[in-house]
């Protein structure tokens, strides 16, 4: 399977000229799947601690707009998250967009920061506590909304249902990005699947691109970078099935088939907090 991470501008006025670098790419590359950074295409709107309907409204209209422009990729499948409303709520969705289906909701983010630079707590409503697979390109596929990568907890579910890949958009800053890689291996080598993130990223270091594929092992398989702001990599979809039962993953797997995690208390979703 051919996936493409790419990290694209967080300043609107400068999307256009990479979508139309990103479409190139995609031309050439020819993905079965796409995955973008969070709210790819609207101005940072959480950056500020005051809610404004007006602003969220015009970022639900951009991205209407600009879903329309996914037939341009050429892939077979994109991933993204998008700002909607819903009866009178605003939410962080996930979404997957076929050229047959059209936009389809996956889950909506859970996890939400509240500090400087990041109010997300205040912009939208709190979403899907559970974490499933979905069918994504003819594979099963867990998604974590950019700080929803950090609720550790979905790792285990996700090896017992034997996920192919954690699809991860991202807006995460420039000087956390060795914090970010760090997780995204720990996130492959737990599940046992890849795992694949694209980011934001812009001039003044507020987003830090680094976009990544990850194989189940650990193993950097490609990331984005200033020089190279689209990576597209060949993924053998098999190897998170005889993953699972490699160290260290049949290990937990052993003791859950055993019953050994019975007598524990079910996990209960909290907030957790960006640094």
């Known amino acids: 399977m051919q996936v493409t991470v790419c990290e694209l501008p967080s300043q609107p006025e400068a999307m256009e000229a990479a979508w139309r670098a990103l479409c190139a790419h995609t031309a050439v590359a020819q993905p079965d799947l796409v995955v973008l950074p969070e709210f790819a295409w609207v101005e940072p709107v959480w950056e500020s601690a005051t809610l404004d309907p007006a602003r969220w409204s015009a970022a639900v209209a951009r991205t209407d707009a600009w ?69 994504i390109a003819g594979h099963p596929m867990g998604l974590n909304i950019c700080t929803e990568l950090w609720a550790l907890d979905t790792l285990a579910g996700y090896t017992h249902q034997g996920v192919r890949a954690i699809l991860t958009p991202r807006a995460t800053a420039a000087a956390t990005t060795g914090k ?93 907090t960006h640094d």
């Open 67 to 135: 879903m329309q422009r996914l037939p341009e990729l050429g892939a077979a499948c994109v991933v993204g998250a998008r700002p909607v409303t819903d009866c009178g709520r605003r939410f962080n969705e996930g979404f997957a967009w076929t050229p047959a289906g059209g936009a389809r909701r996956l889950r909506r983010k859970y996890h939400l920061p509240d500090e400087p630079g990041g109010r997300e707590a205040r912009w939208w409503d709190r979403g899907d506590a559970t974490f499933p697979e979905f069918d």
């Open 180 to 272: 970010w890689l760090a997780l995204g291996t720990v996130a492959a080598v737990r599940s046992g699947a890849f795992s694949i993130s694209s980011n934001r990223v812009d001039s003044h270091g507020c987003y830090g691109g680094a976009g990544w594929i990850i194989d189940p092992d650990g193993l950097l398989l490609a990331r984005t970078s200033a020089e190279q702001p689209f990576c597209t990599a060949e993924l053998d979809f098999a190897a998170p099935s005889r993953a699972r039962h490699t160290y260290p993953r049949y290990v937990f797997e052993a003791a859950h088939s055993t019953g050994a995690h019975a007598a524990q208390p079910p996990f209960t979703p909290h907030p957790h």
